[in-house]
């Protein structure tokens, strides 16, 4: 999901996704919440291929969110897609 921008998004995550996943003992991991120094396409890229599952959001029609969530496809991870209504997906 978008990283910023969006304080519906940010809502979104901070109220809705990151609670609910955290309520099952489960990590919920944003890479832009990450301490790290490299190329943020690299960690993305790791935390994708780490993941148990993603949850994809697709609201805004974000390039980098579509390639994303087909690398996830090619990996064969388990990925629950989210869009604000209306959102042309």
């Known amino acids: 999901m978008s990283f ?5 998004l940010e809502d979104h995550y901070k109220y809705a996704i990151k609670p609910t996943i955290e309520s099952f003992d489960l990590d919920c991991i944003r890479v832009d919440e990450l301490q790290y120094n490299g190329k943020i396409t690299d960690q993305i890229i790791s935390s994708i291929q780490n993941a ?15 390639y994303e969530l087909g690398y996830a496809h090619a990996l064969n991870k ?7 209504k209306g959102s042309v997906i």
């Open 78 to 84: 388990a990925v629950i897609h989210t869009a604000n």
């Open 52 to 66: 148990h599952f993603i949850i994809a959001d697709l609201t805004m029609e974000r390039p980098n969110c579509y």
């Open 4 to 8: 910023g921008g969006n304080a519906a």
